[in-house]
């Protein structure tokens, strides 16, 4: 067997962050569903399994000085790149290993410790049998009491009608040798090909259609890794509990935090007919047959201590928002997996108002006169679909705080700022008040770049001129009418405008982030 155990390794996976990987996050979704969470105001242990890129790991490394961070991958690529974007910020709570999970399973790494978090995104359906049962030894070896589990995965139903899909992929693909990018490109032209010719798999499957479009427009570094891994295979939530009860892991919830609140999503009726069923992995998988569910986030936890509604209300109080988007953008119709949910508009208007004067807590939200009556859980459902819908960003106070100038947060910016002219292949950047890194544009990061090489912010013109340099240098061009600006006054007064925007708009929250 090679060293890659059937798993795509000639082209990286997606450099992607992952938010609700957090150590934040994952104690917010525990919290909601009355579980214990780990104490971020003291040290703690993190590790991701299979980091990929190692993108997330290391934002959250930067952010939270109160962890000690590890996380592993088999990929060298991977190892190699990550290790040099950490470089950039000198980090020292970050250790970033290239390492097998049967290695890591058996114990073979010298001086891991116990962790209060282990996560993984996505590659439990990705990898063999045996890498899963790695994957639970690990775990079982190496998970404290009370420590939580993120565990994401392919799901079933909702991979039904694509698992003939996938299988014809993976056959194509091995019938042409060649880099798996290309293989997946004539892979994808075929099934094109039979789509046309109203072969019966595709037409006596109308839910196909979306995921064909999705393919054809997806980014090779995810749908290689998505559709070419020979050990693919989507799981049902009740398989996986029974996996992981080797672990002794309970199901907390999900960090989508939405599903935290079933009279979103369920009727009483439906509601009535998954409490009938008298297991507790029976009735999360009956959800899924209700919603069709591909992906699930599961959270869990070894040994999960149960709140009494006085202790989750403590917890909940110190939950902290703040703002992501300026308050004149914010909407309140999130778009969820379950189907659309809208908001009291004002409940959710009065907590964005308060939000767009300064972060709050929960227990701050709640007394004031604008929110008079509404509970700390009522608001605690707000706070959950204001992060689903990427308006609002949580947090507790203490960990994220610990390193009070966000010295290794800053460097990291200024190395993922720095990628810009290579591509776009870094996104977030770092937030030293939540813990967590933000999704931003490529023009956010340049213009955050030229605003954080000098002490003082440049003035306006200036500002221009310097973005417009560094946009050169990069050989991006702004867009008018979809297509790229080739005329020089032109661009210039389409960056202007943009600059414009992002000091009214954008500037005020990187602040207030202290990102700036």
């Not at 290993?97 to 209060?116: I, M, T, W």
């Not at 259609?209 to 070419?228: G, N, T």
């Not at 379950?338 to 108002?353: I, K, L, P, R």
């Not at 939200?365 to 509970?375: I, K, N, R």
Request: aromatic share 10%; net charge negative.
């Amino acid at each position: 067997m090679a060293w890659n155990e059937g798993y795509v390794s000639d082209i990286e996976y997606t450099n992607g962050f992952y938010s609700d990987l957090s150590p934040h996050h994952l104690n917010f979704s525990c919290i909601l569903n009355g579980v214990e969470p780990v104490p971020l105001d003291q040290p703690y242990n993190y590790f991701e399994l299979g980091f990929g890129r190692g993108l997330t790991l290391t934002v959250l490394a930067a952010t939270n000085s109160n962890g000690r961070f590890y996380g592993n991958d088999f990929n060298p690529a991977h190892v190699a790149g990550a290790r040099a974007l950490a470089a950039t910020a000198q980090l020292d709570n970050l250790t970033l290993l290239e390492n097998s999970f049967e290695e890591l399973a058996q114990g073979r790494v010298d001086g891991l410790p116990q962790f209060d978090f282990i996560t993984l995104h996505g590659i439990y359906t990705w990898v063999s049998r045996e890498n899963r049962q790695h994957i639970v030894d690990f775990i079982a070896r190496y998970l404290k009491p009370g420590g939580i589990v993120s565990l994401s995965y392919n799901a079933m139903p909702g991979w039904s009608c694509a698992l003939p899909l996938q299988r014809l992929l993976l056959e194509f693909a091995a019938h042409f040798p060649g880099r798996s990018e290309m293989q997946m490109q004539a892979g994808i032209a075929y099934v094109q090909q039979l789509q046309n010719l109203q072969a019966g798999y595709i037409t006596a499957n109308p839910a196909l259609a979306p995921r064909l479009e999705k393919l054809i427009e997806s980014d090779p570094h995810y749908s290689v890794h998505e559709y070419l891994n020979q050990n693919w295979e989507p799981l049902y939530h009740a398989d996986v509990m029974r996996d992981v009860a080797r672990a002794k892991l309970d199901f907390a919830g999900s960090s989508d935090l939405h599903f935290t609140f079933p009279a979103l999503y369920l009727n009483a009726e439906q509601q009535a007919t998954i409490d009938l069923l008298p297991d507790a992995a029976m009735r999360e998988t009956m959800k899924d047959y209700f919603f069709n569910t591909s992906f699930r986030k599961d959270v869990l936890v070894r040994g999960a201590r149960r709140m009494g509604a006085v202790r989750q209300a403590e917890c909940l109080a110190g939950v902290h928002l703040a703002m992501l988007v300026p308050r004149e953008q914010m909407v309140f119709s999130f778009q969820t997996k379950a189907g659309t949910v809208t908001g009291n508009e004002q409940v959710y208007g009065a907590v964005c108002d308060a939000l767009a004067r300064r972060p709050h807590n929960l227990a701050e939200l709640a007394a004031l006169d604008t929110l008079h009556g509404q509970s700390l859980h009522s608001l605690a459902e707000v706070a959950a679909m204001l992060v689903t819908g990427s308006q609002v960003v949580m947090y507790f106070r203490g960990d994220a705080q610990a390193d009070s100038g966000g010295i290794t947060a800053h460097r990291l910016n200024q190395g993922i700022a720095a990628q810009i002219r290579y591509g776009d292949d870094y996104r977030p950047l770092c937030s030293p008040l939540t813990g967590s890194g933000i999704d931003t544009e490529f023009l956010d990061r340049l213009l955050f770049s030229v605003l954080t090489q000098d002490r003082e912010p440049p003035e306006l013109a200036r500002l221009q001129a310097q973005a417009a340099s560094a946009m050169a240098r990069c050989g991006r061009r702004l867009l008018k009418d979809g297509v790229a600006c080739a005329d020089e006054q032109e661009h210039q007064l389409l960056l202007n405008a943009a600059i414009d925007e992002f000091l009214r708009d954008k500037l005020p929250v990187l602040k207030q982030l202290r990102m700036l």
